[in-house]
């Protein structure tokens, strides 16, 4: 037996818990789930918002049939077609083949690229509304959150914003599903890694599409994105962090990531920890690239401002792990960090130099000398990595004041 979870009498909650999959994107760790959110509004007009995940459409038509019986689907409202979200629009337009499909001009070249023609299509563009009888649906352009068709829907008078990727997060809905049920400080670890992971890269275009709709004036009760909790107690709280990351706001503490064969590159990593301690730092993470997936540690870097990056050579360049850690903080254009540099060279150098390199690339402010060891670190380098760890501390402790 379903039973239904309603968000208002005739909008409901349709989504799925996806448990089995081990990688999203086949790149990043759901060790906690993720939940693949859709919805359903019962007006006069039966419309659908988004679907889900090829792998768990019998779920989710089952889901919708518990509501509407044998009444028809009218609308299918695709906010979103990267395929967690547009993995069971065939099989929808196949169990209600008179089903008109909303979207803007470029969903439905992304439709039909990725599936097959579903005429009817009803093409909307920005802030046209769509009656369904007694409630009316308002439509917001909002490119490249996450990619170039997303678009969200607002219900006009019941203020649910259905958001797309926008405030969503890892991490399944285990029986919670609004955010006044479930424990917060979990999801926001699991919100702002994918943020970091999936959104991160296009910050500038989070925060036009939260001007347009607060520009807009909507009154939002209730943000209900694809992925994550429904916030409906507190909606501000996760407008409010979504604001944060996409302007690269940070908060004191230090990042410790490296790369090391043979525990040099790792010694300086934990004396510079202990330095900062010392100069009392206490959120301090340190982080072997080889060990720990790039998704967490991403996830940390957009968290924390001083960022210390250490790294062995490898054959004349930068170790392997660590490179993985450089280009994804490249690729999402992260802003805003203050960065250290160590690590050690033996038959060659390489490691330390990347690293150099990468900061002349983001722009990022470098505090103190570099510090490269000769095949490990003795007197004069644990002196250096004194004035690093001095450097990193004065300037977090002088932003604080
Ligand atoms: Fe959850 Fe961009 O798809």
Redesign the pocket.
């Known amino acids: 037996m379903i039973r239904t979870v309603n968000i208002t009498d005739s909008i409901h909650y349709i989504g799925v818990n996806d448990r089995e999959t081990h990688l999203f994107e086949s790149l990043w760790p759901l060790d906690k789930g993720v939940a693949?959110n859709a919805y359903l509004i019962n007006d006069e007009k039966v419309a659908v918002i988004d679907t889900v995940k090829n792998t768990k459409m019998e779920d989710f038509l089952e889901k919708i049939q518990s509501i509407i019986g044998d009444k028809p689907v009218d609308y299918l409202i695709i906010n979103?077609m990267?395929p967690?979200?547009s993995g069971a629009i065939t099989a929808m337009k196949d169990k209600y083949p008179n089903l008109t499909i909303v979207g803007n001009k470029k969903t439905f070249t992304f439709l039909e690229n990725f599936y097959r023609p579903m005429k009817p299509y009803l093409i909307i563009d920005e802030g046209d509304t769509l009656n369904l009888g007694s409630l009316e649906l308002q439509f917001f352009m909002t490119p490249m959150v996450?990619?170039p068709e997303?678009m969200m829907t607002y219900v006009k008078g019941e203020g649910v914003l259905f958001a797309?990727?926008a405030f969503?997060g890892f991490g399944s809905l285990d029986g919670g599903i609004f955010d006044d049920e479930i424990n917060l400080e979990f999801y926001t670890d699991e919100i702002r890694r994918y943020y970091s992971n999936?959104v991160g890269k296009y910050g500038a275009m989070v925060q036009k599409a939260l001007k347009k709709l607060l520009g807009a004036g909507l009154e939002i009760k209730v943000i209900a994105a694809?992925?994550g909790p429904v916030w409906r107690t507190n909606p501000d709280h996760i407008i409010s962090l979504y604001d944060q990351w996409s302007k690269y706001e940070s908060e004191e503490g230090v990042v410790i990531v490296y790369g090391s064969m043979y525990g040099n590159t790792q010694k300086m990593a934990d004396y510079l920890a202990r330095r900062l301690a010392d100069q009392g730092i206490t959120n301090i993470r340190i982080y072997d690239a080889s060990k720990t997936h790039v998704s967490y540690i991403i996830s940390d870097i957009w968290r924390f401002k001083g960022i210390i990056l250490g790294s062995c050579a490898y054959n004349t360049g930068l170790f392997p792990s660590m490179e993985t850690v450089v280009n994804k903080i490249e690729n999402s254009q992260l802003k805003n960090r203050y960065l250290g540099i160590f690590g050690t060279a033996s038959w060659s150098g390489g490691g330390v130099s990347s690293l150099g390199k990468f900061a002349e690339r983001m722009k990022w402010e470098v505090l103190a000398k570099p510090v490269e060891a000769n095949s490990s670190p003795k007197e004069d380098d644990f002196n250096q990595l004194d004035a690093l760890a001095e450097a990193m501390a004065t300037q977090l402790k002088g932003q604080e004041a």
């Open positions: 693949y979103h990267e967690d979200h996450h990619w997303t797309g990727d969503g999936i694809t992925h």
